[in-house]
């Protein structure tokens, strides 16, 4: 299986970000880039391919990139994003997996629905339907993942941006959050409330491997004792404009 990953480099406008849960304070563009350059490093030193989508200067967030499409198995679903100002985002997306020779479909009005949202693991998807996803979105994501299999579970979330702002799962399925900002923790039979808000963010690198956030260091060290390795990054610029270490990339795992 190869193992590539979708990154966007961010915009000269990344200060300009949509915020709707934390005040605004300065992004500091060189060292976002920096931290962007360094992410795109652990991943490639991990062994995965990064594929650039082109950047889009205009779209402030862009870097996001992961609200842009849910990929599962061969078939990429283009997302509509919740918020108008991310609209445009999706069209270089879809552009480079069609040109990777992915199946291509689309969440259409009124649909609406974040990539962000989504939470994958072992044939179950949970899709958090706060500010940016609604039923019509969770409805057409279900539609499109059913011949592939997948059970499609709407979450409700009024405490974050996106369910993967509140949530992720290990590699053992165990679902990780932060307490506060989880509706409804019930929803996942294995549970674990980390001890700081970035430590909930995890991309899994491998079996044995999640990347995550150096701004949450105890939790770091609950995955090791866990018997997880972990290679930390640092996304103080990306945090301000309420991203994580999830949302910089999405791995395509055909
Ligand atoms: C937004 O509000 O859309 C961006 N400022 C942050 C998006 C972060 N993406 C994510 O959590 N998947």
Redesign the pocket.
Same mark, same amino acid.
């Given at each position: 299986m190869s193992r590539r990953a979708l990154v966007r480099r961010p915009s000269p406008r990344l200060a300009d970000? $949509? $915020? +709707?849960h934390i005040d605004r304070v300065p992004v500091d563009l060189d060292l976002a880039q920096r931290q962007w350059e360094a992410y795109v490093a652990a991943l490639q030193a991990e062994g995965w391919e990064t594929i650039e989508v082109p950047p889009a200067p205009d779209c #402030? *967030?862009s870097v =996001?990139v &992961? *609200?842009t499409v849910v990929m599962y198995a061969d078939l990429a679903v283009i997302t509509r #994003?919740g918020?108008d100002e /991310?609209r445009a985002e999706v069209t270089g997306t879809e552009q480079v997996l069609r040109d990777l020779g992915y199946r291509i479909a689309h969440i259409e009005a009124p649909g609406t629905l *974040?990539?962000? *949202?989504v939470l994958k693991h072992d044939g179950t998807v949970w899709v958090g339907l706060g500010g /940016?996803t609604n039923q019509a979105g969770v409805d057409q994501l279900a539609a499109h993942l059913a011949p592939l299999g997948a059970r499609v579970v709407g979450v409700p979330l009024t405490k974050a $941006?996106?369910l993967?702002?509140a949530v992720t799962a290990l590699p053992d399925g165990t679902v990780v959050g932060w307490a506060d900002v989880v509706d409804d923790p019930t929803v996942w039979t294995s549970f674990l409330a980390v001890p700081e808000e970035p430590g909930s963010h995890v991309v899994l690198l491998d079996e044995a491997t999640v990347l995550m956030s150096s701004a949450a260091p105890r939790t770091r060290a609950l995955y090791e004792d866990r018997g997880l390795r972990v290679v930390a990054v640092d996304v103080t610029e =990306?945090e301000k $404009? &309420?991203?994580?270490v +999830?949302?910089l990339s999405v791995r395509l795992r055909d």
């Open positions: 970000g $949509l $915020l +709707t #402030p *967030d =996001f &992961e *609200d #994003p918020a /991310r *974040d990539g962000g *949202d /940016r $941006l996106h993967k702002s =990306f $404009l &309420e991203g994580c +999830t949302c």
